[in-house]
């Protein structure tokens, strides 16, 4: 078969599959990274309070997840997680529960983000002047007010490159579910080579696929880079 007809969207073409494992490893991804931004927010929230026991517990939070490789906490989300559960669940007399790789992909990519998104959003945060929230709780602005309208505004210009990469590296973080059987990208392209003997083909398919995401990627965040610092540069 020529490279055409190997690449085809339609079988025996292997393209339609590798655009296939594309939007599941987009999916992932992105379910993965904005949960992770949530988690960050919050963490980056509660690192900069007053409570001594919630900044030890992020900070034990955040450690310890940088600190293991994304493949360990992928096969104890996967494999250990469910047994520790099911284990209770049997105790309880309930009904055991079985997490796919999906949502094992999601849960692990939240954890890494919202562990790296916290350190990101609190040095964006600190970033900013004292006096701007200072002044916002003078006036007697309610906390979430002061968020939208002061925080978040003033932080992105900030925080923007560093979310950028973290973007990039949830996408790539997808990869690691091929170990768990669960087809992203990467499965896509080793099956189709293992079916065909085609892996330089196929592997290189898959990795232009991920160069066109990250250029893609780069190109929004470049945008929403603009558009936030634009206050600032006119100031």
């Known amino acids: 078969m020529s490279v ?76 250990a997680l469910p047994e520790a559960i099911n284990q209770l669940l049997q105790a309880l007399g309930l009904t055991k529960i079985e997490i796919g790789g999906f949502a094992a992909g999601v849960m692990v990519i939240a954890l890494v983000q919202g562990a790296y998104a916290t350190e990101v959003i609190r040095g964006a945060i600190n970033a900013i002047p004292p006096g701007h929230i200072e002044v916002a709780h003078s006036f007697g602005m309610h906390p979430f007010k002061i968020f939208y309208r002061i925080t978040l505004p003033e932080m992105l210009p900030s925080a923007l490159p560093g979310l950028s990469n973290l973007w990039l590296v949830a996408t790539k973080d997808t990869a690691l579910l091929a170990v768990v059987g669960f087809t992203e990208l990467t499965l896509a ?34 945008y929403l880079e603009n558009r936030t610092s634009k206050g600032a540069r006119h100031a």
């Open 4 to 79: 055409q007809q190997l690449l085809a969207l339609e079988p025996p073409g292997w393209g339609g599959y590798l655009l296939e494992g594309l939007l599941t490893s987009l999916q992932v991804a992105l379910a993965g990274y904005l949960l992770g931004l949530l988690i960050g927010t919050v963490g980056a929230t509660i690192k900069r309070g007053d409570n001594l026991l919630a900044r030890d517990l992020v900070s034990i939070y955040t450690t310890t997840v940088r600190a293991i490789p994304e493949l360990v906490l992928i096969l104890l989300v996967y494999f």
């Open 189 to 222: 392209a080793r099956q189709a080579a293992g079916s065909t003997k085609h892996y330089f083909l196929f592997l290189l398919a898959a990795g232009v696929l991920y160069l066109l995401v990250t250029l893609i990627s780069n190109q929004v965040f470049r």
